[in-house]
Nanobody, 123 residues
Framework: QVQLVESGGGMVQPGDSLTLSCTTS????????MGWFRQDPGMNRQFVGG????????FYADSVKGRFTVSRDNAKNTVYLQMTNLKPEDTGVYYC????????????????WGQGTQVTVSS
Protein backbone atom coordinates (compact mmCIF):
# COMPACT_ATOMS: atom_id res chain seq x y z
CA GLN A 1 0.00 0.00 0.00
CA VAL A 2 1.42 3.33 -1.08
CA GLN A 3 1.30 6.08 1.52
CA LEU A 4 2.38 9.71 1.36
CA VAL A 5 2.14 11.49 4.70
CA GLU A 6 2.60 15.24 4.97
CA SER A 7 3.51 17.11 8.13
CA GLY A 8 4.63 20.55 9.23
CA GLY A 9 1.61 22.69 8.42
CA GLY A 10 0.27 25.34 10.73
CA MET A 11 -0.68 28.97 11.14
CA VAL A 12 1.99 31.62 10.64
CA GLN A 13 2.19 35.35 10.09
CA PRO A 14 3.10 37.06 6.81
CA GLY A 15 6.86 37.05 6.32
CA ASP A 16 7.38 33.89 8.37
CA SER A 17 8.95 30.65 7.18
CA LEU A 18 7.67 27.10 7.36
CA THR A 19 8.95 23.72 6.17
CA LEU A 20 6.66 20.89 5.12
CA SER A 21 7.74 17.26 4.99
CA CYS A 22 6.30 14.30 3.12
CA THR A 23 7.40 10.77 3.90
CA THR A 24 6.47 7.92 1.59
CA SER A 25 6.17 4.17 1.97
CA UNK A 26 5.13 1.28 -0.22
CA UNK A 27 6.75 2.71 -3.34
CA UNK A 28 10.27 3.09 -4.72
CA UNK A 29 10.72 6.70 -3.70
CA UNK A 30 14.03 7.12 -5.52
CA UNK A 31 12.36 6.38 -8.86
CA UNK A 32 9.69 9.06 -8.49
CA UNK A 33 9.59 12.73 -9.26
CA MET A 34 8.03 14.40 -6.22
CA GLY A 35 6.09 17.61 -5.99
CA TRP A 36 3.84 19.85 -3.95
CA PHE A 37 0.44 21.26 -4.79
CA ARG A 38 -1.70 23.86 -3.05
CA GLN A 39 -5.49 23.86 -2.90
CA ASP A 40 -6.78 27.30 -1.97
CA PRO A 41 -10.01 28.06 -0.08
CA GLY A 42 -11.78 28.32 -3.45
CA MET A 43 -10.84 24.65 -4.05
CA ASN A 44 -8.48 25.45 -6.92
CA ARG A 45 -5.44 23.16 -6.85
CA GLN A 46 -2.23 24.29 -8.44
CA PHE A 47 1.27 22.96 -8.81
CA VAL A 48 3.70 24.69 -6.44
CA GLY A 49 7.02 22.99 -7.11
CA GLY A 50 8.69 19.67 -7.73
CA UNK A 51 11.97 17.83 -8.06
CA UNK A 52 13.14 15.00 -10.30
CA UNK A 53 14.18 11.73 -8.71
CA UNK A 54 17.84 12.81 -8.88
CA UNK A 55 16.99 16.20 -7.36
CA UNK A 56 18.86 17.76 -10.28
CA UNK A 57 15.83 19.22 -12.07
CA UNK A 58 13.28 21.42 -10.34
CA PHE A 59 10.20 23.30 -11.47
CA TYR A 60 8.36 26.03 -9.55
CA ALA A 61 5.22 28.04 -10.03
CA ASP A 62 5.99 31.67 -10.83
CA SER A 63 4.20 32.79 -7.67
CA VAL A 64 6.68 31.00 -5.40
CA LYS A 65 9.98 31.30 -7.28
CA GLY A 66 12.69 32.67 -5.03
CA ARG A 67 10.62 31.97 -1.89
CA PHE A 68 9.96 28.21 -1.92
CA THR A 69 12.46 25.37 -2.30
CA VAL A 70 11.76 21.70 -2.93
CA SER A 71 14.38 19.23 -1.74
CA ARG A 72 14.45 15.51 -1.14
CA ASP A 73 16.34 12.92 0.86
CA ASN A 74 16.10 9.62 -0.97
CA ALA A 75 17.68 7.78 1.97
CA LYS A 76 14.75 8.91 4.15
CA ASN A 77 12.05 8.60 1.46
CA THR A 78 11.17 12.20 2.25
CA VAL A 79 10.56 15.34 0.22
CA TYR A 80 10.52 18.82 1.73
CA LEU A 81 9.01 22.17 0.87
CA GLN A 82 10.84 25.07 2.46
CA MET A 83 8.68 28.17 2.38
CA THR A 84 10.00 31.62 3.20
CA ASN A 85 8.50 35.11 3.17
CA LEU A 86 5.04 33.60 3.34
CA LYS A 87 2.09 35.66 2.09
CA PRO A 88 -1.64 35.40 2.83
CA GLU A 89 -2.19 34.11 -0.71
CA ASP A 90 -0.03 31.09 0.15
CA THR A 91 -2.83 29.89 2.40
CA GLY A 92 -4.26 26.51 1.51
CA VAL A 93 -4.01 22.78 1.89
CA TYR A 94 -0.65 21.53 0.67
CA TYR A 95 -0.49 18.12 -0.93
CA CYS A 96 2.53 15.99 -1.63
CA UNK A 97 2.42 14.00 -4.88
CA UNK A 98 4.57 11.58 -6.81
CA UNK A 99 4.83 10.53 -10.42
CA UNK A 100 7.35 8.93 -12.73
CA UNK A 101 7.89 12.22 -14.60
CA UNK A 102 8.34 15.76 -13.30
CA UNK A 103 6.63 17.37 -16.33
CA UNK A 104 3.52 15.33 -15.53
CA UNK A 105 3.48 16.77 -12.02
CA UNK A 106 3.97 20.27 -13.37
CA UNK A 107 0.89 19.79 -15.56
CA UNK A 108 -1.16 18.88 -12.50
CA UNK A 109 -1.29 15.10 -12.61
CA UNK A 110 0.21 12.47 -10.33
CA UNK A 111 0.02 8.77 -9.65
CA UNK A 112 0.25 9.15 -5.88
CA TRP A 113 -1.18 11.75 -3.50
CA GLY A 114 -0.96 12.51 0.17
CA GLN A 115 -3.85 13.60 2.39
CA GLY A 116 -2.71 17.21 2.71
CA THR A 117 -1.64 19.57 5.46
CA GLN A 118 -3.15 22.99 6.15
CA VAL A 119 -1.05 26.14 5.94
CA THR A 120 -2.63 29.42 7.01
CA VAL A 121 -0.85 32.73 6.62
CA SER A 122 -2.60 35.49 8.50
CA SER A 123 -1.81 38.44 10.70
Amino acid sequence: QVQLVESGGGMVQPGDSLTLSCTTSGVDFSSLAMGWFRQDPGMNRQFVGGASWTNSLKFYADSVKGRFTVSRDNAKNTVYLQMTNLKPEDTGVYYCAGDSRLPTLARGSANFWGQGTQVTVSS
